[in-house]
């Protein structure tokens, strides 16, 4: 799949801001005033932020308000109502705070909740595609969820949390790297099922219906980078969890702190890079792709 | 509204025949050159007399080699448009409302007013049946010449979509696959036709018929036993230079 730079984004900072907020929704850390301010800044500068890069994912971003209708059917509008939901919640709970001194304990777990269903409705958006095996996978949303609450714990200096989140996201990600590969085999379809032809003898995909590039190649049969593959995914587990943890059990410092913060933020980026970089589409198959 | 409605007992769709089908390309073309002009915003191309020309279009003809494990190759021309899925994950998916599927006929369709382009049904459907228009950023799709078949302004011939209108070879069928009498649904049942990727659980209504078998190729020659057998041991000066040429390095005496 084609990764867009406005979908990693997306996912990766929106990922991290709502996993922050999750956990200062339930009071970890317990921070009022100028510190919850600067708490909820940083959320709320991820979270939203993530969330408008995507619309520049959109071709008709002026008719985004559309996409809250159809939450009986779609993850992303799904996701669309959680996303807000969850902000409202959490700009209540955090001005209470903030201005107040008064922790609205109940809007706090309600604007937690709301956080990680925002982070579950993103990943059921590429979950539930069957079209492309690599990700209609249980272990998609564990992921998401694996890695928002990681990184939210990492920004939440929430140490003791911090530490086993991420070297379970870290170990959740190495196993679905390595086995990922074998998705596309096991989900069975084929060039002999697409076609129907596979009764007559072995398939090979003879001309294509276009000299020039389309939409379809473009967006689904991306294939550029994959060769790398093996050492972005050492990099960004590098990166993302292995130095973050490293440092978070050194004596705590602001710049270690930073540091595991920059370098967790890089890692993530890889692997949510690989995650579309890497993912087949069964479309492909029509053009003897894959 | 882009959640499915209950299936309806009418299923309009195509049979293509992939026995027939010539891979002309005649039904792209007539499909481009009707659904630029008709439903929703033209299909546009991009660069399309430059160096690196690109377009929008509904209906696309692969072509592929097949090769039987004991008999020659065949080429095979493989249309390949929207399915018109009974249960078509590119209408689920869509948040607005935009992709949806006419309870009526079985018609999948976008609402271009409504569409934001976020291509995530492209993304859902299997068959890259769908294309986001690079010109309108809207999603563009087969419509089943859904302005042709109701159109009664149109003589009765011309009631059908313009691939089915166009096709020279007849491949291409158009009719009620909910109907088990249809003239299309008893050639599904004579012929086998198929699905494509069944795994998948989208139940497509449009329905491909498998290649004829071939005639294994026979020795029909009969004048050959008449005719004198050829020397396998070559006389004169053909036999000189085999022999001669056979005792070079790398030759084969």
Same mark, same amino acid.
């Not at chain 2, 294994?216 to 036999?239: R, V």
């Given at each position: 799949?084609?990764?867009?730079?406005?979908?990693?984004?997306?996912?990766?900072?929106?990922?991290?801001?709502?996993?922050?907020?999750?956990?200062?929704?339930?009071?970890?850390?317990?921070?009022?005033?100028?510190?919850?301010?600067?708490?909820?800044?940083?959320? +709320?500068?991820?979270?939203?932020?993530?969330?408008?890069?995507?619309?520049?994912?959109?071709?008709?971003?002026?008719?985004?308000?559309?996409?809250?209708?159809?939450?009986?059917?779609?993850?992303?509008?799904?996701?669309?109502?959680?996303?807000?939901?969850?902000?409202?919640?959490?700009?209540? +709970?955090?001005?209470?705070?903030?201005?107040?001194?008064?922790?609205?304990?109940?809007?706090?777990?309600?604007?937690?909740?709301?956080?990680?269903?925002?982070?579950?409705?993103?990943?059921?958006? +590429?979950?539930?595609?069957?079209?492309?095996?690599?990700?209609?996978?249980?272990?998609?949303?564990?992921?998401?969820?694996?890695?928002?609450?990681?990184?939210?714990?990492?920004?939440?200096?929430?140490?003791?949390?911090?530490?086993?989140?991420?070297?379970?996201?870290?170990?959740?990600?190495?196993?679905?790297?390595?086995?990922?590969?074998?998705?596309?085999?096991?989900?069975?379809?084929?060039?002999?099922?697409?076609?129907?032809?596979?009764?007559?003898?072995?398939?090979?995909?003879?001309?294509?219906?276009?000299?020039?590039?389309?939409?379809?190649?473009?967006?689904?049969?991306?294939?550029?980078?994959?060769?790398?593959?093996?050492?972005?995914?050492?990099?960004?587990?590098?990166?993302?969890?292995?130095?973050?943890?490293?440092?978070?059990?050194?004596?705590?410092?602001?710049?270690?702190?930073?540091?595991?913060?920059?370098?967790?933020?890089?890692?993530?980026?890889?692997?949510?890079?690989?995650?579309?970089?890497?993912?087949?589409?069964?479309?492909?198959?029509? +053009?003897?792709?894959? | 509204?882009?959640?499915?409605?209950?299936?309806?007992?009418?299923?309009?769709?195509?049979?293509?025949?992939? /026995?027939?089908?010539?891979?002309?390309?005649?039904?792209?073309?007539?499909?481009?050159?009707?659904?630029?002009?008709?439903?929703?915003?033209?299909?546009? /191309?991009? /660069?399309?007399?430059?160096?690196?020309?690109?377009?929008?279009?509904?209906?696309?003809?692969?072509?592929?080699?097949?090769?039987?494990?004991?008999?020659?190759?065949?080429?095979?021309?493989?249309?390949?448009?929207?399915?018109?899925?009974?249960?078509?994950?590119?209408?689920?998916?869509?948040?607005?409302?935009?992709?949806?599927?006419? @309870?009526?006929?079985? *018609?999948?369709?976008?609402?271009?007013?409504?569409?934001?382009?976020?291509?995530?049904?492209?993304?859902?459907?299997?068959?890259?049946?769908?294309?986001?228009?690079?010109?309108?950023?809207?999603?563009?799709?087969?419509?089943?010449?859904?302005?042709?078949?109701?159109?009664?302004?149109?003589?009765?011939?011309?009631?059908?979509?313009?691939?089915?209108?166009?096709?020279?070879?007849?491949?291409?069928?158009?009719? /009620?696959?909910?109907?088990?009498?249809?003239?299309?649904?008893?050639?599904?049942?004579?012929?086998?036709?198929?699905?494509?990727?069944?795994?998948?659980?989208?139940?497509?209504?449009?329905?491909?018929?498998?290649?004829?078998?071939?005639? @294994?190729?026979?020795?029909?020659?009969?004048?050959?036993?008449?005719?004198?057998?050829?020397?396998?041991?070559?006389?004169?000066?053909?036999?000189?230079?085999?022999?001669?040429?056979? *005792?070079?390095?790398?030759?084969?005496?």
């Amino acid at each position: 799949m084609h990764p867009a730079p406005s979908v990693i984004i997306f996912t990766t900072f929106s990922g991290l801001g709502f996993g922050l907020l999750f956990w200062l929704g339930i009071g970890l850390p317990n921070v009022t005033g100028w510190v919850a301010f600067a708490f909820f800044s940083i959320s +709320y500068l991820m979270a939203v932020g993530g969330l408008m890069a995507s619309t520049f994912h959109l071709g008709h971003p002026e008719r985004a308000l559309k996409a809250f209708s159809q939450w009986r059917s779609s993850w992303l509008s799904r996701e669309a109502w959680c996303a807000v939901a969850g902000l409202l919640a959490m700009a209540l +709970y955090g001005a209470a705070l903030i201005f107040f001194d008064n922790r609205l304990r109940l809007l706090g777990f309600l604007g937690s909740a709301l956080s990680l269903g925002t982070i579950f409705t993103t990943a059921m958006i +590429y979950t539930q595609l069957k079209s492309v095996p690599r990700w209609n996978q249980p272990t998609t949303p564990a992921l998401f969820l694996a890695f928002s609450l990681s990184g939210g714990a990492l920004l939440a200096g929430q140490i003791r949390f911090a530490i086993p989140l991420l070297t379970l996201a870290g170990l959740l990600q190495g196993y679905i790297w390595a086995t990922g590969d074998s998705r596309f085999t096991q989900a069975g379809t084929t060039i002999a099922t697409a076609t129907g032809l596979g009764k007559i003898g072995s398939i090979r995909a003879f001309e294509p219906p276009h000299t020039g590039p389309n939409y379809l190649l473009k967006e689904m049969a991306y294939i550029v980078g994959r060769k790398h593959a093996r050492r972005l995914q050492f990099i960004s587990l590098t990166l993302g969890f292995g130095l973050p943890v490293i440092l978070l059990l050194l004596p705590f410092s602001h710049w270690t702190a930073l540091i595991a913060v920059v370098s967790h933020i890089a890692g993530i980026l890889a692997a949510r890079w690989l995650f579309f970089a890497q993912a087949e589409h069964v479309m492909g198959l029509y +053009y003897g792709k894959r | 509204m882009t959640q499915l409605p209950p299936p309806s007992s009418v299923k309009l769709g195509l049979v293509i025949d992939l /026995d027939t089908c010539v891979g002309c390309h005649a039904c792209v073309i007539s499909c481009k050159g009707w659904n630029t002009e008709n439903y929703g915003v033209p299909l546009s /191309d991009q /660069d399309p007399y430059g160096a690196d020309p690109s377009g929008t279009f509904l209906n696309r003809v692969h072509s592929y080699e097949v090769q039987p494990p004991d008999a020659t190759a065949q080429l095979i021309h493989f249309p390949k448009s929207c399915l018109h899925c009974d249960d078509a994950p590119c209408v689920t998916v869509c948040p607005t409302g935009a992709s949806y599927k006419r @309870a009526e006929d079985g *018609i999948v369709l976008v609402n271009e007013d409504a569409c934001i382009g976020c291509g995530l049904c492209a993304w859902a459907c299997p068959y890259g049946a769908r294309e986001m228009d690079a010109a309108a950023k809207v999603m563009k799709k087969c419509t089943l010449c859904v302005d042709r078949i109701y159109n009664n302004n149109l003589d009765p011939q011309d009631q059908v979509p313009a691939c089915v209108r166009t096709c020279p070879s007849g491949a291409r069928h158009f009719g /009620d696959l909910g109907d088990e009498t249809s003239a299309v649904s008893l050639l599904v049942a004579e012929r086998g036709g198929f699905d494509l990727m069944p795994e998948q659980g989208t139940k497509p209504t449009n329905k491909y018929l498998p290649p004829r078998l071939k005639d @294994a190729p026979q020795d029909i020659d009969i004048l050959a036993p008449f005719l004198a057998p050829i020397a396998t041991d070559p006389k004169g000066f053909l036999g000189w230079l085999d022999r001669s040429l056979s *005792i070079l390095p790398g030759g084969n005496p």
